[in-house]
Structure formats: C-alpha cells, structure tokens
C-alpha cells in the first residue's frame, strides 16, 4: 500500500505485517515539493505512478526501488 503526505512524501508500506501489529514502512520517498493528490499502480512493471500539486508527475521503480522520471513542472495543481 502506498501513502503520500501534504508534503511531498511517499510511503510504501508492507501490510503484511499488520497481522502482528506492526505495519512496516519499507520504501521512502520525498521527490515532489507539493502535497500527494494521486497514485496509480502499474502492476506489469513494478511502478508506482504519482501526480503532485506542485504541478509535477512522478514515476517509481519499486523494484529499485528508485526514481525512474520525474515531469518538468506544469505550473499548476
């Protein structure tokens, strides 16, 4: 499962520990500068797809796990 915050960050998070109690973060990331509006999975691949309203697209390799590609910035929300 993944979460983003108001502030650019991105959690990946392994449920399958939540049957213990515990939920793990186990990926991190904090490329976008504006609040997480949105994600999609891209099960095929292995990539996590995000939009920012700093006006920017993100793209995750969760394999890596890493940035793959980041947009210019299109200015608006």
């Given at each position: ?55 920017t697209l993100g793209v995750f ?5 890493e940035l793959y590609a980041m ?7």
């Open positions: 499962m993944a979460t983003g915050d108001d502030d650019g960050v991105i959690k990946v998070w392994d449920l399958r520990q939540a049957h213990k109690g515990t939920k793990s973060c186990v990926v991190k990331f904090k490329e976008h500068e504006g609040s997480i509006q949105g994600f999609e999975y891209a099960s095929e691949h292995k990539m996590l797809l995000t939009a920012a309203n700093d006006g390799d969760l394999r890596k796990p947009s210019d910035s299109f200015g608006e929300d």
